[in-house]
């Protein structure tokens, strides 16, 4: 498994001007499809943290509707 890096450039003013910032992504494998699938179309909280120098923990929440309690 990797994180991809990909870099886009957006024109805008007429084409005069560039915006470019980059994405990071990670590639879900196959085995693990059936356990994400609930979690698709959701919007989700993301915690990273570094666990020593060889360790990465990525943990995805759904997030909580706060606006719904709302009148």
Do not use: T, W
Request: net charge positive; glycine share 6%; aromatic share 8%.
């Amino acid at each position: 498994m990797k994180i991809c890096r990909r870099k886009s450039k957006k024109r805008y003013l007429g084409e005069k001007n560039v915006y470019a910032y980059e994405q990071l992504s990670v590639n879900i494998p196959a085995k693990f499809h059936e356990v994400v699938e609930p979690f698709l179309g959701k919007d989700l909280d993301m915690n990273v943290k570094a666990e020593g120098k060889s360790k990465l923990v990525i943990v995805l929440e759904p997030q909580e509707n706060v606006s719904s309690g709302r009148k």
